[in-house]
Protein backbone atom coordinates (compact mmCIF):
# COMPACT_ATOMS: atom_id res chain seq x y z
CA UNK A 1 0.00 0.00 0.00
CA UNK A 2 1.12 3.61 -0.89
CA UNK A 3 0.70 5.62 1.75
CA UNK A 4 0.75 9.62 0.93
CA UNK A 5 1.34 12.58 3.72
CA UNK A 6 -0.73 16.01 3.78
CA UNK A 7 2.25 17.54 5.93
CA UNK A 8 5.99 16.87 6.20
CA UNK A 9 7.10 13.35 7.15
CA UNK A 10 10.19 12.73 8.93
CA UNK A 11 11.20 9.97 7.41
CA UNK A 12 9.80 10.28 3.63
CA UNK A 13 10.75 7.68 0.76
CA UNK A 14 9.64 8.11 -2.67
CA UNK A 15 9.96 5.91 -4.87
CA UNK A 16 9.50 6.51 -8.88
CA UNK A 17 10.74 6.20 -12.46
CA UNK A 18 13.60 7.22 -14.43
CA UNK A 19 13.02 11.21 -15.02
CA UNK A 20 10.13 10.89 -13.19
CA UNK A 21 11.16 14.42 -10.46
CA UNK A 22 13.14 12.99 -7.91
CA UNK A 23 16.00 14.94 -8.05
CA UNK A 24 14.08 18.22 -8.44
CA UNK A 25 11.85 17.10 -5.03
CA UNK A 26 14.98 16.22 -3.41
CA UNK A 27 16.29 19.79 -4.52
CA UNK A 28 13.65 21.51 -3.48
CA UNK A 29 13.38 19.93 -0.19
CA UNK A 30 16.36 20.77 0.51
CA UNK A 31 16.11 24.54 -0.34
CA UNK A 32 12.86 24.66 1.70
CA UNK A 33 14.09 23.17 4.91
CA UNK A 34 17.21 25.93 4.37
CA UNK A 35 15.06 28.95 4.21
CA UNK A 36 12.33 27.11 7.28
CA UNK A 37 9.17 26.92 4.20
CA UNK A 38 6.31 24.61 5.46
CA UNK A 39 5.20 22.12 4.35
CA UNK A 40 8.49 20.82 4.49
CA UNK A 41 10.25 22.74 7.40
CA UNK A 42 7.54 23.01 10.63
CA UNK A 43 10.40 23.80 13.26
CA UNK A 44 12.05 26.77 11.51
CA UNK A 45 15.54 26.58 9.15
CA UNK A 46 17.35 23.91 9.19
CA UNK A 47 21.44 24.53 9.59
CA UNK A 48 23.81 21.08 9.32
CA UNK A 49 22.28 18.68 6.57
CA UNK A 50 23.84 15.62 5.03
CA UNK A 51 23.55 15.07 0.86
CA UNK A 52 24.46 11.23 0.05
CA UNK A 53 25.05 9.75 -3.10
CA UNK A 54 26.47 6.77 -4.55
CA UNK A 55 29.41 8.52 -5.07
CA UNK A 56 30.74 12.18 -5.08
CA UNK A 57 30.75 12.30 -8.08
CA UNK A 58 27.16 11.85 -8.04
CA UNK A 59 26.32 14.41 -5.52
CA UNK A 60 28.05 17.27 -7.22
CA UNK A 61 27.02 16.57 -10.80
CA UNK A 62 23.32 15.23 -10.16
CA UNK A 63 22.52 16.58 -6.63
CA UNK A 64 24.55 19.69 -6.38
CA UNK A 65 25.14 21.43 -9.89
CA UNK A 66 22.49 19.29 -12.11
CA UNK A 67 19.32 20.56 -14.08
CA UNK A 68 17.42 19.79 -11.31
CA UNK A 69 20.48 20.47 -8.71
CA UNK A 70 20.16 22.38 -5.30
CA UNK A 71 22.22 25.26 -6.80
CA UNK A 72 19.94 25.45 -10.34
CA UNK A 73 16.84 25.38 -8.87
CA UNK A 74 17.71 28.24 -6.43
CA UNK A 75 15.68 31.50 -5.77
CA UNK A 76 17.86 34.42 -5.49
CA UNK A 77 21.60 34.15 -4.54
CA UNK A 78 22.06 30.24 -4.82
CA UNK A 79 24.51 28.85 -1.94
CA UNK A 80 28.37 28.66 -2.70
CA UNK A 81 29.90 24.84 -3.43
CA UNK A 82 33.06 24.55 -1.99
CA UNK A 83 34.18 21.45 -3.94
CA UNK A 84 37.65 20.91 -1.72
CA UNK A 85 35.16 20.86 1.48
CA UNK A 86 32.76 19.15 -0.27
CA UNK A 87 29.78 21.42 1.08
CA UNK A 88 27.21 23.67 0.31
CA UNK A 89 27.30 27.20 2.19
CA UNK A 90 24.30 29.58 2.27
CA UNK A 91 25.80 32.78 3.46
CA UNK A 92 22.50 34.32 4.21
CA UNK A 93 21.85 31.72 6.99
CA UNK A 94 25.10 30.49 7.24
CA UNK A 95 23.29 26.85 6.64
CA UNK A 96 25.53 23.81 5.30
CA UNK A 97 24.98 20.92 3.56
CA UNK A 98 27.82 18.27 3.28
CA UNK A 99 28.26 15.09 0.37
CA UNK A 100 29.56 12.13 1.64
CA UNK A 101 29.41 9.26 -0.89
CA UNK A 102 28.39 5.40 -0.36
CA UNK A 103 31.38 4.59 -1.25
CA UNK A 104 32.57 5.18 2.63
CA UNK A 105 30.09 4.44 5.09
CA UNK A 106 32.78 5.60 7.31
CA UNK A 107 33.38 9.43 6.34
CA UNK A 108 29.16 9.37 8.25
CA UNK A 109 30.99 8.54 11.40
CA UNK A 110 31.04 11.65 13.47
CA UNK A 111 29.24 13.90 11.68
CA UNK A 112 25.62 15.06 12.76
CA UNK A 113 23.50 16.25 11.32
CA UNK A 114 19.11 17.81 11.36
CA UNK A 115 17.91 16.25 8.28
CA UNK A 116 19.45 14.20 4.99
CA UNK A 117 18.64 13.59 1.78
CA UNK A 118 19.47 10.18 0.32
CA UNK A 119 19.95 9.85 -3.61
CA UNK A 120 19.26 6.64 -5.56
CA UNK A 121 19.80 4.67 -2.49
CA UNK A 122 19.16 1.12 -4.16
CA UNK A 123 22.55 2.28 -6.11
CA UNK A 124 24.52 2.49 -3.46
CA UNK A 125 27.43 0.68 -2.80
CA UNK A 126 27.94 0.11 0.64
CA UNK A 127 24.26 0.26 1.45
CA UNK A 128 23.45 -0.73 4.66
CA UNK A 129 26.71 0.52 6.48
CA UNK A 130 26.45 4.06 4.64
CA UNK A 131 22.74 4.24 5.36
CA UNK A 132 23.38 2.75 9.51
CA UNK A 133 26.03 5.12 9.98
CA UNK A 134 23.77 8.47 8.94
CA UNK A 135 21.28 7.26 11.39
CA UNK A 136 23.61 7.79 14.17
CA UNK A 137 24.18 11.04 12.65
CA UNK A 138 20.74 12.69 12.40
CA UNK A 139 20.97 13.96 16.06
CA UNK A 140 20.35 17.22 16.28
CA UNK A 141 17.57 19.85 15.90
CA UNK A 142 13.93 19.59 17.70
CA UNK A 143 12.89 17.68 14.53
CA UNK A 144 15.59 15.74 12.52
CA UNK A 145 14.35 14.86 9.07
CA UNK A 146 15.51 12.87 6.10
CA UNK A 147 14.35 12.58 2.45
CA UNK A 148 14.90 9.24 0.66
CA UNK A 149 14.68 9.38 -3.13
CA UNK A 150 15.43 6.49 -5.25
CA UNK A 151 14.20 4.31 -8.33
CA UNK A 152 13.18 1.02 -6.59
CA UNK A 153 15.63 -2.26 -6.87
CA UNK A 154 14.51 -5.13 -4.98
CA UNK A 155 17.72 -5.36 -2.37
CA UNK A 156 17.14 -5.98 1.14
CA UNK A 157 17.38 -2.51 2.58
CA UNK A 158 14.97 -0.89 -0.07
CA UNK A 159 12.38 -3.91 0.87
CA UNK A 160 13.18 -3.34 4.41
CA UNK A 161 12.35 0.70 4.29
CA UNK A 162 9.60 0.09 1.91
CA UNK A 163 7.74 -2.30 4.69
CA UNK A 164 8.60 0.26 7.61
CA UNK A 165 5.33 2.04 9.12
CA UNK A 166 7.75 4.61 10.09
CA UNK A 167 8.94 5.88 6.20
CA UNK A 168 6.31 7.38 4.37
CA UNK A 169 6.17 6.90 1.01
CA UNK A 170 5.19 8.40 -2.39
CA UNK A 171 5.38 7.04 -5.89
CA UNK A 172 6.11 8.95 -8.82
CA UNK A 173 5.89 7.43 -12.65
CA UNK A 174 7.55 9.03 -15.65
CA UNK A 175 4.76 9.81 -16.98
CA UNK A 176 3.78 12.37 -14.22
CA UNK A 177 6.72 14.37 -15.09
CA UNK A 178 5.80 14.45 -18.91
CA UNK A 179 5.81 17.81 -19.30
CA UNK A 180 9.31 18.68 -18.39
CA UNK A 181 11.09 15.91 -20.51
CA UNK A 182 12.32 16.35 -24.09
CA UNK A 183 9.52 16.03 -27.16
CA UNK A 184 8.71 11.85 -27.42
CA UNK A 185 10.83 10.41 -24.40
CA UNK A 186 7.83 8.78 -23.25
CA UNK A 187 6.93 7.41 -26.43
CA UNK A 188 10.30 5.80 -27.58
CA UNK A 189 10.83 4.29 -23.85
CA UNK A 190 6.97 3.41 -23.03
CA UNK A 191 7.54 1.43 -27.14
CA UNK A 192 10.43 -0.16 -26.18
CA UNK A 193 9.78 -0.99 -22.77
CA UNK A 194 5.94 -0.99 -21.61
CA UNK A 195 4.65 -4.03 -20.03
CA UNK A 196 8.04 -5.01 -19.71
CA UNK A 197 9.72 -5.81 -15.50
CA UNK A 198 12.14 -3.32 -16.12
CA UNK A 199 9.46 -1.11 -17.53
CA UNK A 200 7.55 -1.20 -14.62
CA UNK A 201 10.40 -0.22 -12.53
CA UNK A 202 12.25 1.99 -14.12
CA UNK A 203 9.28 4.12 -15.76
CA UNK A 204 6.30 3.24 -13.51
CA UNK A 205 8.50 2.93 -10.17
CA UNK A 206 7.43 -0.04 -9.31
CA UNK A 207 9.29 -2.56 -6.90
CA UNK A 208 9.86 -5.97 -8.87
CA UNK A 209 9.41 -8.55 -6.67
CA UNK A 210 11.71 -11.91 -7.42
CA UNK A 211 10.47 -14.40 -10.21
CA UNK A 212 9.25 -17.56 -8.53
CA UNK A 213 10.64 -19.88 -11.51
CA UNK A 214 14.14 -17.74 -12.07
CA UNK A 215 17.59 -19.41 -11.15
CA UNK A 216 19.08 -16.54 -9.38
CA UNK A 217 17.22 -14.55 -6.53
CA UNK A 218 18.12 -11.82 -5.18
CA UNK A 219 19.28 -13.04 -1.86
CA UNK A 220 21.71 -15.10 -4.08
CA UNK A 221 22.64 -11.66 -5.86
CA UNK A 222 23.53 -9.79 -2.99
CA UNK A 223 25.22 -12.60 -1.12
CA UNK A 224 27.43 -12.26 -4.02
CA UNK A 225 28.36 -8.94 -3.41
CA UNK A 226 32.12 -8.34 -2.30
CA UNK A 227 33.79 -5.68 -3.46
CA UNK A 228 36.08 -5.84 -0.71
CA UNK A 229 36.95 -9.46 -1.61
CA UNK A 230 40.84 -11.38 -0.77
CA UNK A 231 42.92 -13.19 -2.63
CA UNK A 232 44.23 -12.11 -6.39
CA UNK A 233 42.68 -13.81 -9.21
CA UNK A 234 45.19 -16.59 -10.94
CA UNK A 235 43.27 -16.62 -14.02
CA UNK A 236 41.14 -14.47 -15.84
CA UNK A 237 38.66 -14.82 -19.15
CA UNK A 238 36.93 -12.50 -21.57
CA UNK A 239 33.64 -14.25 -22.33
CA UNK A 240 31.73 -13.21 -25.47
CA UNK A 241 27.95 -13.86 -26.18
CA UNK A 242 28.27 -12.23 -30.01
CA UNK A 243 24.99 -11.17 -31.62
CA UNK A 244 23.09 -12.47 -34.49
CA UNK A 245 23.47 -9.40 -36.43
CA UNK A 246 24.50 -5.75 -36.05
CA UNK A 247 21.02 -4.66 -36.58
CA UNK A 248 19.28 -2.35 -34.23
CA UNK A 249 16.95 -4.82 -33.25
CA UNK A 250 19.69 -7.41 -33.10
CA UNK A 251 20.63 -8.32 -29.07
CA UNK A 252 23.40 -7.30 -27.29
CA UNK A 253 27.12 -8.64 -27.49
CA UNK A 254 27.66 -10.07 -23.84
CA UNK A 255 30.81 -9.40 -22.25
CA UNK A 256 31.89 -10.47 -19.02
CA UNK A 257 35.22 -10.65 -17.34
CA UNK A 258 35.82 -12.94 -14.35
CA UNK A 259 38.43 -14.83 -12.67
CA UNK A 260 39.00 -17.75 -10.67
CA UNK A 261 40.87 -17.36 -7.46
CA UNK A 262 42.52 -20.73 -7.28
CA UNK A 263 40.88 -22.14 -4.02
CA UNK A 264 37.38 -22.92 -5.95
CA UNK A 265 36.34 -19.64 -6.02
CA UNK A 266 35.23 -16.97 -8.89
CA UNK A 267 35.19 -13.27 -8.74
CA UNK A 268 32.78 -10.99 -12.05
CA UNK A 269 35.12 -8.31 -12.28
CA UNK A 270 33.27 -6.36 -15.11
CA UNK A 271 30.55 -5.87 -17.34
CA UNK A 272 31.31 -4.86 -20.41
CA UNK A 273 28.95 -5.55 -22.47
CA UNK A 274 27.84 -3.51 -25.64
CA UNK A 275 24.66 -2.75 -27.48
CA UNK A 276 24.02 -2.70 -31.11
CA UNK A 277 27.40 -2.77 -31.95
CA UNK A 278 29.24 -3.84 -35.55
CA UNK A 279 31.12 -6.93 -34.90
CA UNK A 280 34.64 -5.06 -35.13
CA UNK A 281 33.35 -2.92 -32.43
CA UNK A 282 32.15 -5.25 -30.12
CA UNK A 283 35.86 -7.44 -31.25
CA UNK A 284 37.30 -4.49 -30.11
CA UNK A 285 35.58 -3.84 -26.85
CA UNK A 286 36.44 -8.02 -26.07
CA UNK A 287 40.28 -7.25 -27.02
CA UNK A 288 40.50 -4.03 -24.74
CA UNK A 289 39.13 -5.68 -21.56
CA UNK A 290 41.52 -8.33 -22.56
CA UNK A 291 44.79 -6.13 -22.16
CA UNK A 292 43.60 -4.02 -19.21
CA UNK A 293 42.46 -7.04 -16.96
CA UNK A 294 45.73 -9.09 -18.17
CA UNK A 295 43.67 -11.87 -19.10
CA UNK A 296 44.55 -15.07 -20.37
CA UNK A 297 42.17 -15.74 -22.90
CA UNK A 298 38.92 -14.75 -24.65
CA UNK A 299 35.65 -17.73 -24.59
CA UNK A 300 33.44 -16.74 -27.31
CA UNK A 301 30.67 -18.34 -27.71
CA UNK A 302 30.07 -19.53 -32.14
CA UNK A 303 26.76 -20.80 -32.44
CA UNK A 304 25.34 -17.51 -34.01
CA UNK A 305 28.62 -16.72 -36.21
CA UNK A 306 30.78 -19.89 -36.51
CA UNK A 307 34.47 -19.58 -37.11
CA UNK A 308 33.73 -15.56 -37.98
CA UNK A 309 33.46 -15.21 -34.19
CA UNK A 310 37.45 -15.84 -33.64
CA UNK A 311 38.34 -14.45 -37.04
CA UNK A 312 36.47 -11.02 -36.18
CA UNK A 313 38.55 -11.03 -32.78
CA UNK A 314 41.91 -12.13 -34.25
CA UNK A 315 41.38 -9.10 -37.03
CA UNK A 316 41.53 -7.03 -33.78
CA UNK A 317 44.58 -8.44 -32.44
CA UNK A 318 46.02 -11.82 -33.82
CA UNK A 319 48.00 -12.37 -30.87
CA UNK A 320 45.07 -12.73 -28.13
CA UNK A 321 44.35 -16.38 -28.04
CA UNK A 322 40.64 -17.37 -28.48
CA UNK A 323 38.91 -20.31 -27.11
CA UNK A 324 35.41 -21.50 -29.21
CA UNK A 325 32.46 -22.75 -27.23
CA UNK A 326 29.29 -24.15 -29.08
CA UNK A 327 26.55 -24.65 -26.85
CA UNK A 328 24.46 -27.85 -27.72
CA UNK A 329 21.93 -28.09 -25.06
CA UNK A 330 19.81 -24.91 -24.00
CA UNK A 331 20.40 -21.69 -21.83
CA UNK A 332 18.48 -23.09 -18.78
CA UNK A 333 20.58 -26.20 -18.46
CA UNK A 334 23.93 -24.42 -19.37
CA UNK A 335 23.09 -22.26 -16.47
CA UNK A 336 21.63 -24.47 -14.05
CA UNK A 337 24.94 -25.27 -12.42
CA UNK A 338 26.24 -22.10 -12.67
CA UNK A 339 23.37 -20.31 -10.62
CA UNK A 340 24.44 -23.47 -8.28
CA UNK A 341 28.00 -22.21 -7.69
CA UNK A 342 26.47 -18.96 -6.46
CA UNK A 343 23.95 -21.29 -4.40
CA UNK A 344 27.06 -22.60 -2.45
CA UNK A 345 28.80 -19.10 -2.12
CA UNK A 346 31.17 -19.90 -4.68
CA UNK A 347 30.93 -16.71 -6.64
CA UNK A 348 31.46 -13.12 -5.63
CA UNK A 349 30.66 -9.44 -7.67
CA UNK A 350 33.48 -7.01 -7.24
CA UNK A 351 30.90 -4.12 -8.20
CA UNK A 352 27.48 -4.09 -8.89
CA UNK A 353 26.34 -4.81 -12.12
CA UNK A 354 22.68 -4.21 -12.45
CA UNK A 355 21.96 -4.89 -15.38
CA UNK A 356 23.62 -8.12 -15.15
CA UNK A 357 21.91 -9.01 -11.89
CA UNK A 358 18.50 -8.03 -13.30
CA UNK A 359 19.07 -9.89 -16.37
CA UNK A 360 19.91 -13.24 -13.70
CA UNK A 361 17.14 -12.71 -11.49
CA UNK A 362 14.40 -12.57 -14.32
CA UNK A 363 16.33 -15.61 -16.47
CA UNK A 364 13.17 -17.73 -16.70
CA UNK A 365 12.52 -21.82 -18.03
CA UNK A 366 11.72 -20.10 -21.14
CA UNK A 367 15.70 -19.08 -22.23
CA UNK A 368 14.35 -15.20 -21.71
CA UNK A 369 14.90 -12.53 -19.57
CA UNK A 370 12.39 -9.60 -19.42
CA UNK A 371 11.47 -11.35 -22.82
CA UNK A 372 14.74 -10.65 -24.20
CA UNK A 373 17.52 -12.67 -25.13
CA UNK A 374 19.72 -12.50 -21.75
CA UNK A 375 23.09 -11.71 -23.42
CA UNK A 376 24.59 -10.60 -20.12
CA UNK A 377 23.68 -13.40 -18.32
CA UNK A 378 25.28 -15.75 -21.42
CA UNK A 379 28.66 -14.07 -21.27
CA UNK A 380 28.82 -14.52 -17.31
CA UNK A 381 27.34 -18.23 -17.69
CA UNK A 382 30.50 -19.33 -20.14
CA UNK A 383 32.94 -17.40 -18.27
CA UNK A 384 32.69 -19.13 -14.95
CA UNK A 385 32.19 -22.64 -16.61
CA UNK A 386 35.42 -21.78 -18.28
CA UNK A 387 36.88 -21.35 -15.01
CA UNK A 388 34.81 -23.47 -12.53
CA UNK A 389 33.40 -25.82 -14.23
CA UNK A 390 35.39 -26.70 -17.72
CA UNK A 391 34.95 -31.02 -17.87
CA UNK A 392 31.63 -30.93 -17.47
CA UNK A 393 29.55 -32.40 -19.94
CA UNK A 394 28.00 -29.04 -21.39
CA UNK A 395 28.65 -27.01 -22.22
CA UNK A 396 31.39 -28.76 -25.09
CA UNK A 397 34.24 -26.80 -25.78
CA UNK A 398 36.79 -26.82 -28.32
CA UNK A 399 40.16 -25.09 -28.61
CA UNK A 400 40.40 -22.68 -31.42
Avoid at 50 to 65: H, K, N, P, Q, Y
Avoid at 240 to 252: C, E, F, I, K, L
Avoid at 301 to 319: F, H, L
Wanted: some cysteine; aromatic content about 8%.
Amino acid sequence: MWRHYDGAPDNWMVVGGRGAGKTRLGSEWVNALVRGFPPFSLTGRYHQIALVGETFSDVREVMIEGPSGIRTIARGEPPRFEASRRRLVWDASGAVAYAFSAEDPESLRGPQFEAAWCDELAKWKHMEATFDMLQFGLRLGERPLQLITTTPRPAPLVRRLMADPRFWQTRMTTRDNAENLAAGFIAAVEARYAGTRLGRQELEGELIADREDALWSRRMVEAAFAPEFSGEPQRVVVAVDPPAGSRRTSDACGIVVAGSLGDGRAVVLFDGTVRQAKPAEWAGQAVRLFHEFEADTIVAEVNQGGEMVAAVIRSVDASVPVKSVRASRGKWLRAEPVAALYEQGRVRHAARFATLEDEMCDFGPDGLSDGRSPDRMDALVWALTELLLRGTAEPRVRGV
